[in-house]
């Protein structure tokens, strides 16, 4: 098969920007939000559709998936920008502050709604599964962007067909820039790459291999490596910085991502934004959902040198290293940028101040009998709230997690994503008996700054700092190894003033 590369300006350089053709007439299932209750027009208003389709992703027959495909009804029509080529996108591009309204239509087959992951917005809008709206139907979204500048993203959440749903393609980015951060003057345009790493099996006629059932134990892993829906990803560089924004889209795969020339890995950034300072790290472990932005300098590299991100996993030697994308120094560019000593404030939480900071809610992960995943020793109910569930708008609180190994799947991780928030990692501890293989991970991972997923090892507690404020409602918390969330590792948890 030979190798496709996209070019920087191919790439950032998108099309397929849609101006709007009629309003579509949405239902809504709920009530939105205040805003919407009192009238405000939305800033930025999209058509998305969720839609069946195919695309060339290997030499050969066109590979059938599911994807997303919008417009822009209302704003700025470079809002929303589509990746050539790819079956993930669009991208929508949003300032914090904009009351944005997205009219959802779903063209598959079964049912589907959509999750706006990190953002923090009304829980109507929060796409949770009993909103899931059918075949031929829609749902109307109304929020404002109230979080920090950063990549969030967006993809299906029917209970017990998010997996399946993601896998066919249905997945795009969500990126909100402020005036704060475009002050920092930081990469971007052509030099700011999104980048969704994702594993995917093929069969011998370029169609996606899946099964929920055949993974719903260990999660799904695929035999190739993608960015932005393409194998082989290569692209062209110039000797100056880049801003790469990495988000793992794979179902269960948790990857230990490093230069393939032993460079240290420069992290600006996390699932909440920009970090206070940068960090740096040997490798760098990204957990399903989880996002980091990279700063890379290729200001002192030579033309025609190249550079691997692969994946080994350093808690297992031996194991095989994988290429996940190359870069192709190419290009000369005089630009240089330095990056600041503060890159931001993060206006953390003091753990002084959480209701519960003697006594933290305690969320054990487990496998239960007939082979369930279990948060507490209970599944997903649609709409049930357990006692331990119940929390009241305002207040800081302490949660923990805890991964109890099981004698004969203990080598399992659990990406604990938490809907409607950001939250801080105060401390991980571990039991050795379970956890010492997977010690060396720890240096990989970045707890700095805010977060609304955590990677819980074996044998590990994690204590995450959190608040609970401006919106009453369900919401859902559960593991984002998709397989295992749509098993049953999920719960809802009510917001009460």
Known sequence: MGEKQISRREFVGFLGVSSAAAILNACTPLKT???????????????LRAIPGSVPVLEGAETRVWRYEGEVLKGDATALQTIPGSYLGPIIRARKGQNVRVHFTNQLPE???VHWHGLHVPESADGHPRLAVGSGEKYQYDFTVMDRAGMYWFHPHPHGRTATQVMMGLAGLFIVTDETEDALGLSGGDFDLPLVIQDRTFDSDNQFVYDLQSHAMTGFFGDRALVNGVPDYQFSAATRPYRLRLLNGSNARVYALAWSDGSPLTVIGTDGGLLEKAETRDFLLLAPAERRDVWLDLSERNLGDDLTLVHKDPARPGSEETAILTINVEQEDNTRLLL???????????EEAAVNVENPRA???SMGMGMRWLIN??????????????????????????????HMMGNLYHPMHIHGLQFQILERSYDTKYAQKDALLHEGQVDAGWHDTVLVLPGERVRLLMKFEHFEGLYLYHCHTLEHEDMGMMRNYRVSA
Do not use: C, R, Y
Request: glycine share 4%.
């Open 377 to 406: 020793g209970k599944q997903f109910e649609m709409t049930a709230v357990d006692k331990n569930e119940a929390v009241k708008l305002g207040d800081v609180e302490v949660w923990e997690f805890f991964n109890e190994p099981h």
């Open 33 to 47: 939000n205040i805003q919407a209750a009192e009238g405000v027009e939305p800033d930025l208003e999209l058509a």
């Open 340 to 350: 600041p000593d503060t890159l931001s404030m993060l206006n953390l939480h003091e």
């Open 111 to 113: 049912d589907s709604i």
């Open 363 to 365: 969320f054990n992960l």
